[in-house]
């Protein structure tokens, strides 16, 4: 099956400077990577994605790179503020013998000190 | 603010009662997913329904029982549950349920069994 491992687990940045988070995932068929930020005591909410017919993807100060020939997918926040601090998960589709699903990241607590 | 609502957003239960989950999408979508998220694992896909047809049942033990009457409303009715279910249970809903579409989140049900 898919497997989607994400670094750091935790990740410090001052305001105003740049944060990444990469993932790597095994499945070479995969063909969405979604980005997911959380709040405490919300839900997951996406926050980009970029399907792999495409290299990168930009909104704003968030953009997502895609290497699918080393299966690896990064995210970049550009400018951090205080409220980019949250819980960020990767993840990517997964197809096997008629399932179809997401496979998540472990997650990536992200603090941008004022 | 959310398309996807959940009921209850906390929930503590003794292990013989018996309690349901309800979700219900305002997005127009036909799929509909059930998740379980615990401290420091990744997101576990539990239940699809597409169509208000189950079309995925990922090895979720019988205790869980979900029920879509329709494909605004997706329900998790829980029965003498165990401690290690102790956890945040997170609905989404997708347009369809295909790999390359987004999943947009409710904000979860924690539930607590004593």
């Known amino acids: 099956g898919e497997n989607v491992e994400q670094h750091p687990s935790t990740l410090s940045v001052q305001e105003g400077d740049s944060a990444v988070i990469k993932c790597t995932y095994s499945?070479?068929?995969?063909?969405?990577f979604p980005w997911y930020k959380q709040e405490l005591g919300k839900g997951p909410q996406l926050i980009i994605d970029?399907?792999?017919?495409?290299g990168e993807k930009k909104d704003q100060r968030i953009a997502v790179t895609l290497n699918k020939t080393a299966k690896h997918f990064s995210l970049h926040i550009t400018e951090t503020q205080p409220e980019d601090s949250a819980v960020y998960f990767c993840?990517?589709?997964?197809?096997?013998?008629?399932?179809?699903?997401?496979?998540f990241g472990s997650g990536t607590r992200l603090q941008v000190q004022p | 603010e959310t398309g996807v609502t959940q009921t209850p957003r906390h929930l503590v239960m003794g292990m013989t009662n018996k309690k349901s989950l309800k979700c219900e999408q305002h997005?127009?979508?036909?799929?509909m997913y059930w998740y379980k998220q615990s401290a420091k694992k990744p997101l576990e896909l539990m239940f699809v329904y597409s169509l208000e047809e189950r079309v995925e049942n990922n090895s979720v033990p019988s205790r869980f029982s979900p029920e879509c009457p329709n494909s605004s409303h997706l329900f998790l009715h829980l029965h003498t549950l165990q401690p290690e279910d102790s956890a945040l249970y997170l609905c989404a809903s997708s347009q369809v349920h295909e790999l390359n579409q987004p999943q947009h989140f409710g904000d979860g049900t924690r539930l607590s069994i004593l």
């Open positions: 997005l127009g979508h036909n799929a």
């Open positions: 970029i399907r792999s017919n495409v």
């Open positions: 993840a990517a589709s997964y197809m096997d013998t008629g399932r179809r699903a997401l496979t």
């Open positions: 499945d070479s068929a995969s063909n969405y």
